[in-house]
């Protein structure tokens, strides 16, 4: 199998910026993502790879005011996805309480929840700030039989977690195809039920809910754009964790979150990034 190796350059290279370029990119073909100096490494089989459609998608990048180049070259023949899974992708731990991990990993230690994935893909692995801390605040909270939204499910290990510690019904709503395709395969692979996947964007949530419980781990401007949809499926009570966002980014989402009535109740923090909890009054 043959594949590009291109290298995208971006200004600014934060890791929000990787991380969203990563799933624009997935959105167009490619299949797996490393970070290198000044931006991201990516992989995309030749036969399907379309130009047009990658200069389209950085033209049309979400994130005001960035800047992206792109070099490429062919690559070595090899699957680059699963070099990436072998190489890459290491198990994550968290006390011993949950480990997350490929179906290749050995030696896994021993924790309450274990959690098995096909990741294929850089994000939604566990490795990222934001969803560690939602993990950390999902083993703090009690989920017995409560119904749970999760909003840019990625690889839907949280709503797996989540299921995992007894909430349901869980949904889990993405936009992107292969985000869907993914999530099904892991909730497959961990034998959990009663998580309904589909694709989509916060226009989806009209007839859902309420829920009990919401998980965003997006970014910032998603969270504003969508905070009336998700004040919309939450009745009073109904937590929200709010993740993918920056310390400095904190009052600016209380702010709006008070304008739906969702109350401020904590947050957690890991180098400058945070997850906050709010509730409906």
């Avoid at 490619?30 to 379309?50: H, K, M, N, P, R």
């Avoid at 890459?88 to 990993?105: A, E, M, Y």
């Avoid at 994935?117 to 939602?134: C, D, R, V, Y």
């Avoid at 969508?226 to 989402?253: E, K, R, W």
């Amino acid at each position: 199998m043959k594949y590009f190796e291109f290298t995208f350059r971006t200004h600014p290279c934060t890791e929000i910026v990787t991380d969203v370029l990563a799933a624009v990119l997935g959105e167009v073909g490619f299949e797996s993502f490393v970070e290198c100096e000044g931006g991201l490494t990516a992989y995309i089989q030749q036969t399907i790879c379309d130009e047009n459609a990658i200069k389209i998608a950085i033209t049309e990048f979400p994130l005001p005011d960035t800047d992206i180049t792109y070099t490429y070259t062919e690559a070595e023949d090899k699957d680059w996805n699963e070099e990436w899974e072998k190489n890459f992708f290491q198990p994550i731990i968290i006390g011993n309480r949950c480990v997350i991990h490929s179906t290749f990993h050995q030696d896994i230690p021993k924790a309450e929840y274990d959690i098995v994935i096909n990741p294929q893909m850089a994000f939604g692995t566990g490795h990222h700030e934001t969803t560690s801390l939602i993990i950390e605040e999902l083993l703090d909270s009690e989920l017995k039989d409560k119904s749970l939204l999760d909003m840019g499910c990625g690889t839907s290990i949280l709503a797996i977690l989540a299921r995992m510690r007894g909430a349901r019904p869980c949904t889990a709503i993405d936009i992107d195809e292969w985000c869907v395709r993914n999530s099904i395969e892991n909730i497959e692979l961990n034998h959990v039920d009663d998580i309904a996947v589909s694709q989509g964007d916060a226009s989806s949530l009209a007839g859902k809910g309420p829920f009990d419980v919401i998980i965003a781990n997006i970014n910032r401007n998603i969270h504003l754009d969508n905070m009336q949809a998700y004040a919309s499926v939450m009745h009073p009570g109904s937590t929200i964790y709010m993740s993918g966002f920056y310390t400095q980014d904190l009052p600016i989402l209380q702010e709006c979150a008070a304008q739906y009535g969702l109350h401020y109740k904590k947050h957690l923090e890991k180098n400058n990034w945070v997850a906050a909890r709010f509730e409906k009054k």
